[in-house]
């Protein structure tokens, strides 16, 4: 039985204590949050909930610890670390910053002899290892990563920390007309903001400049800036009422050819159609977190990510049950 932790009860932390009933091999252990611990209460009966700040005392009680906040401030600093006491994973999607991540947590797992799993998820997460795959088997073709059209909880948290937002849902949409182009194997040349545009509905706080919100949202670097994008100022009557949900989704498609003179076409996709995107995010999650143990058992530590862990280490079957059903 693997023992988890989850720091941070939010829609994703909440996700994981759902995936974690789909798996018998799991067990959830404790729960950490910056809130008052009173204030939180579990569907898991039996589960303790601590502070944050009192984590590293239950060390000793959790296998892997699972870190559920915010790509834009939280994971940053908490990774690092969290390493230093647990074997973790987190969903860190920042692309642009995930090599100065990896090394932070690296550094610091490899001092303690803990292993961190960064960027876990489906993107990244499920969809680098389509890109992989699509890549190795097609040299020398073209990937296509297409996001939505869906609620980025990465993006949504970012716009809720600028000044001046009480809520927010952010909604990346494919271009049609660049989705159909990659489809048809014509292998197009896209930019950013060719590829999608985002839409932000966003409910200001009382008195709040408007316009400067607006401005530093489709000015925010890694998330807005490359794109065409739209910001909604919406009361939060009406972002409940028409925003509450989190769906999202996209696909992965390799486009190449094959053939001694190219003469053959291939188009491999991949696709992902999510009713609830924390709980698809919380399932990959858990099942990596299952990854992390063996491979920590077996004396790793440092940072990995990924592309990192064989597939039969994410199941809870053994080889033999795998090649079997799988092969």
Known sequence: MVRLG??????????????????????????FTRRDPESVQPLTPGVKVYRAEDAAKHAGEIDVLI????????????????????????????????????????????????????????????FSLARVYGEAVLPG???????????????????????????????TVPV???LEA????????????????????VVAKEGADKAKIEKQIKEMPNYFADYDTTVHFISMEELKKHHSGIPHGGFVIRSGKTGMDDEYNNVVEYSLKLDSNPAFTSSVLVAFARAVDRMSKEGKSGCIT??????????PESGAELRKKML
């Open 6 to 31: 989850i720091m941070g009860y939010g829609n994703l932390g909440r996700g994981v204590e759902a995936a974690v009933r789909h798996n018998p091999d799991m067990s959830l252990t404790a729960i």
């Open 67 to 126: 870190l559920c906040g915010g790509s834009a401030t939280d994971l940053p600093v908490q990774t690092p670390e969290y390493v230093k006491y647990f074997n973790v994973v987190d969903s860190f999607d920042t692309h642009a910053n995930i090599p100065v991540h990896f090394e932070n947590v690296d550094k610091a797992g490899k001092a303690s002899g803990k292993l961190g799993l960064i960027s876990c998820g489906w993107d990244p997460g499920m």
């Open 141 to 171: 073709a073209s990937t296509y990563t297409f996001w939505g059209k869906g609620v980025s909880q990465g993006h949504s948290d970012a716009i809720r920390r600028v000044e001046g937002v009480a809520d927010a849902r952010q909604y």
């Open 176 to 178: 049609p007309a660049a």
């Open 182 to 201: 990659v489809r048809s194997g014509s292998n197009p040349a896209l930019s950013t903001r060719e590829k999608h545009t985002r839409e932000c509905y």
């Open 306 to 315: 990924v592309l990192d862990v064989p597939p039969a280490y994410i199941c």
